[in-house]
């Protein structure tokens, strides 16, 4: 009897630090849009900057996310989640005390490896603390909730805190991760088992990944001829292609090219894609244009997101119910129209709209994550061996954090052309809405899968708890 509290104890301990992780992670991924205006106030720099700040990140979560699973294995779950959590936190800290815009670059980038290398060592410590199936499936949905509030709250949180100090964002991250990594001591280690790590093709995506994310970051500073903008999408064709070309050679890639054979893998990608670039993008402007345009506070521009937010955590219990009887094709098709909706009504409302309107039309966007998301990652699943089921998601989440960079990379260099803000807006605006409305018709494509797998495992609801 004794034995088994302790060990449920020590269960409890290890879900509750994979829980503080992944809120950490995902709290960074968007509490910082509100902050941004602060953040060019008090360190300067211009909208380059401040891309970067968001895409240092997303960039470097995205780029090593597929081999920091191996990495986990290799190591053990622990020690890499226990040493994710060191990193996370020191260059939390170091945002935080950022001297200057550059310094909270590097910073966001190291947050970023930092972050990629947590989440999937945070659900193989669940998995292996809870070997029973139905009770490691209510710890995930307990960890995938944490995600979901940290998404939500994200937002007024960091407007709230940006009262005070923008650096607040930040540091809000040290207690939480002394808190994971007292808790993780409680932890026996974790067994190791050796993995092979495909060097070629991780340094090839990050070089892909960033050679395309820096070349449209910086065409929107010094135009799309300039010789660094072109120089870095040279670097990103050709890792692109050395990619490509050794992922179907060698014999244990980090992306099986044999997974996009599936029409369905490919269609959920390509959904998964769209959604984020509306999804990820629209925040990042609209928090700008609501504090320098409109003259909201940080807190301010938090409550008018705060809808939208709301609606993807109240309605996402209820997807799968809603996807039995009506299936998973028209749920997505519907999500993505009704963003493309909400994106083309807000490109198009005249710059006095009141703001009960924009949170009102924002929740259009805010509906396509619950009708989205979990059915097309079910989607997927189901349309995978179940061997392959870790991998997959892998990709349709890294295809995502694709999505999202490159929405501020490009929309970002719109808004700080010389037309104007407000042009730049409206035209970041109907691009999203037009990818948007491209992945509702790829949807339309989506084939019943031939085979329904188990339940999804805890790596893969991270995807959709992430949304």
Same mark, same amino acid.
């Given at each position: 009897m004794g034995s088994r509290q302790a060990r449920s104890r020590h269960s409890v301990a290890t879900l509750s630090a994979a829980v503080l992780g992944f809120f950490v992670i995902t709290l960074d991924a968007v509490v910082v849009n509100v902050a941004l205006p602060s953040i060019r106030a008090d360190l300067?720099?211009?909208?380059?900057?401040?891309?970067?700040?968001?895409?240092?990140?997303?960039?470097?979560?995205?780029?090593?996310? $597929?081999?920091?699973?191996?990495?986990?294995?290799?190591?053990? &779950?622990?020690?890499?989640?226990?040493?994710?959590? %060191?990193?996370?936190?020191?260059?939390?800290? #170091?945002?935080?005390?950022?001297?200057?815009?550059?310094?909270?670059?590097?910073?966001?980038?190291v947050q970023g490896a930092a972050a990629a %290398?947590? +989440?999937?060592?945070?659900?193989?410590?669940?998995?292996?603390?809870?070997?029973?199936?139905?009770?490691?499936?209510?710890? %995930? &949905?307990?960890?995938?909730?944490?995600?979901?509030v940290a998404s939500t709250s994200g937002p007024l949180l960091g407007g709230l805190l940006t009262l005070v100090s923008w650096r607040l964002i930040f540091v809000i991250n040290v207690p939480v991760g002394a808190v994971a990594l007292v808790l993780l001591a409680r932890r026996a280690p974790s067994p190791r088992r050796r993995?092979?790590?495909?060097?070629?093709?991780?340094?090839?995506?990050?070089?892909?990944?960033?050679?395309?994310?820096?070349?449209?970051?910086?065409?929107?500073?010094?135009?799309?001829?300039?010789?660094?903008? $072109?120089?870095?999408f040279v670097v990103a064709v050709v890792a692109l292609t050395v990619f490509v070309l050794a992922e179907a050679r060698i014999l244990h890639p980090m992306v099986p090219l044999g997974l996009f054979r599936s029409r369905n893998v490919a269609i959920s990608n390509a959904v998964g894609f769209a959604f984020v670039v509306g999804y990820f993008g629209l925040p990042f402007v609209m928090s700008l244009y609501l504090q320098q345009l409109r003259g909201l506070t940080p807190a301010g521009t938090g $409550?008018?997101?705060?809808?939208?937010?709301?609606?993807g955590l109240v309605l996402t219990p209820f997807s799968a119910r809603i996807v039995e009887r009506v299936g998973a094709r028209v749920l997505v098709v519907g999500g993505l129209t009704a963003m493309t909706a909400g994106l083309a009504a807000l490109a198009f409302a005249p710059p006095a709209t009141p703001f009960w309107v924009l949170a009102a039309l924002m929740v259009?966007?805010?509906?396509?994550?619950?009708? +989205?998301?979990?059915?097309?990652?079910?989607?997927?699943?189901?349309?995978?061996?179940?061997?392959?089921?870790?991998?997959?998601?892998?990709?349709?989440?890294?295809?995502?954090?694709?999505?999202?960079?490159?929405?501020?990379?490009?929309?970002g260099a719109l808004l700080a052309q010389p037309a104007g803000f407000l042009t730049g807006m409206r035209?970041?605006?109907?691009?999203?809405?037009?990818?948007? #409305?491209?992945?509702?018709?790829? #949807?339309?494509?989506? &084939?019943?899968?031939?085979?329904?797998q188990p339940s999804p495992t805890g790596h893969e609801l991270a995807e959709v708890a992430a949304t």
């Amino acid at each position: 009897m004794g034995s088994r509290q302790a060990r449920s104890r020590h269960s409890v301990a290890t879900l509750s630090a994979a829980v503080l992780g992944f809120f950490v992670i995902t709290l960074d991924a968007v509490v910082v849009n509100v902050a941004l205006p602060s953040i060019r106030a008090d360190l300067g720099g211009g909208m380059t900057g401040l891309q970067w700040v968001l895409d240092g990140y997303t960039l470097m979560f995205a780029a090593l996310l $597929l081999s920091s699973g191996a990495l986990s294995d290799r190591i053990g &779950a622990r020690r890499a989640f226990g040493a994710g959590i %060191v990193v996370f936190v020191v260059a939390s800290a #170091a945002c935080g005390l950022a001297p200057g815009l550059a310094a909270l670059v590097v910073a966001r980038f190291v947050q970023g490896a930092a972050a990629a %290398v947590m +989440t999937p060592a945070s659900m193989a410590l669940i998995g292996q603390a809870y070997p029973d199936p139905v009770r490691r499936a209510r710890a %995930v &949905a307990v960890w995938a909730m944490g995600g979901a509030v940290a998404s939500t709250s994200g937002p007024l949180l960091g407007g709230l805190l940006t009262l005070v100090s923008w650096r607040l964002i930040f540091v809000i991250n040290v207690p939480v991760g002394a808190v994971a990594l007292v808790l993780l001591a409680r932890r026996a280690p974790s067994p190791r088992r050796r993995a092979r790590f495909d060097w070629i093709g991780q340094i090839t995506a990050v070089a892909a990944m960033g050679g395309l994310t820096f070349g449209a970051i910086e065409a929107g500073a010094v135009g799309i001829g300039a010789p660094r903008v $072109l120089a870095a999408f040279v670097v990103a064709v050709v890792a692109l292609t050395v990619f490509v070309l050794a992922e179907a050679r060698i014999l244990h890639p980090m992306v099986p090219l044999g997974l996009f054979r599936s029409r369905n893998v490919a269609i959920s990608n390509a959904v998964g894609f769209a959604f984020v670039v509306g999804y990820f993008g629209l925040p990042f402007v609209m928090s700008l244009y609501l504090q320098q345009l409109r003259g909201l506070t940080p807190a301010g521009t938090g $409550l008018v997101f705060a809808p939208m937010m709301l609606t993807g955590l109240v309605l996402t219990p209820f997807s799968a119910r809603i996807v039995e009887r009506v299936g998973a094709r028209v749920l997505v098709v519907g999500g993505l129209t009704a963003m493309t909706a909400g994106l083309a009504a807000l490109a198009f409302a005249p710059p006095a709209t009141p703001f009960w309107v924009l949170a009102a039309l924002m929740v259009l966007v805010g509906l396509a994550g619950p009708l +989205t998301m979990p059915p097309t990652m079910a989607v997927l699943l189901n349309s995978v061996p179940g061997h392959q089921a870790g991998t997959a998601s892998g990709v349709f989440n890294t295809s995502r954090q694709v999505g999202g960079a490159l929405a501020v990379a490009v929309f970002g260099a719109l808004l700080a052309q010389p037309a104007g803000f407000l042009t730049g807006m409206r035209t970041s605006l109907l691009i999203a809405a037009a990818v948007a #409305a491209l992945g509702g018709g790829f #949807a339309l494509l989506l &084939a019943r899968p031939a085979h329904t797998q188990p339940s999804p495992t805890g790596h893969e609801l991270a995807e959709v708890a992430a949304t």
